[in-house]
């Protein structure tokens, strides 16, 4: 016993032979880290402050970026060769809807969607032919059979005709058109927008577990009515293209 009183008496007074100000909870410190100090700057540097500028929309507003290029800098001009005018739409159109295989495909109720240039294929895009081809593409949706109408044409010539299954075009102005019509002449708004102006917007009703939204797989437009362009809508309206009529209509709660 007195063999084990003596080791421990022994180890203890080793440990504490060690100087104290060298050891830390993990053993020896190391000396501290020398840190060369960087005076401040004489002058303390200007905030940017946050700047705004108008956008093309009224009462929308963007900030401007720091260290961006002028805006004339990055202005592009259109290519005027893929621009196609009024009057050339008007011309393509004219051909188009008299082909007797467009016509079919469109059926009695249809509306224009819009018109692009596309690029030629094959040898035509190679040399002189390049320019000369002008390919376009015509886009209608036909509203009685309810599929959208795909028109390839070659300068004034029709080309292919076909369906464009499962493809839903985005409004054109001849839906937003044919909406408004039927949604001023439903006589839950027939007294309360004729001194409104019109806008539409294509929407898709949502499918159900049980039962689909009203117009679900139709081609519907969404219309609303306000005071000029820039109004909140006061009235609203659900129109079903593909059936020519007026799902719901009603006011639109005070803002």
Request: hydrophobic share 35%; aromatic share 8%.
């Amino acid at each position: 016993m007195w063999t084990y009183v003596t080791l421990l008496l022994f180890i203890v007074s080793s440990g504490c032979s060690l100087d104290a100000a060298s050891r830390g909870p993990f053993g020896p410190e190391d000396p501290e880290t020398v840190i060369p100090k960087t005076p401040l700057p004489a002058q303390i540097p200007t905030r940017h402050a946050l700047e705004f500028t108008a956008d093309e929309s009224v009462g929308h507003i963007k900030p401007k970026m720091a260290g961006t290029m002028v805006e004339a800098a990055v202005t592009r001009s259109p290519n005027q060769a893929a621009v196609l005018s009024e009057s050339e739409i008007a011309a393509m159109r004219k051909t188009a809807e008299a082909d007797p295989k467009v016509a079919s495909l469109l059926g009695a109720r249809w509306g224009f969607i819009d018109a692009d240039r596309l690029p030629p294929e094959g040898k035509v895009s190679f040399g002189c032919c390049r320019n000369q081809a002008r390919f376009t593409r015509l886009t209608y949706f036909s509203y009685s059979n309810n599929v959208a109408i795909d028109v390839r044409m070659k300068d004034t010539t029709v080309l292919q005709a076909s369906r464009n299954e499962g493809y839903l075009p985005p409004e054109g102005p001849q839906d937003v058109q044919r909406g408004i019509e039927l949604a001023r002449a439903d006589a839950r708004l027939a007294d309360k927008v004729q001194a409104l102006q019109g806008h539409g917007l294509l929407m898709q009703p949502d499918r159900g577990f049980f039962k689909n939204d009203p117009g679900y797989e139709h081609r519907v437009i969404w219309i609303t009515f306000s005071q000029g362009q820039d109004g909140d809508p006061k009235y609203w309206a659900q129109v079903d293209l593909t059936e020519d009529r007026v799902l719901d209509a009603g006011d639109e709660p005070p803002r």
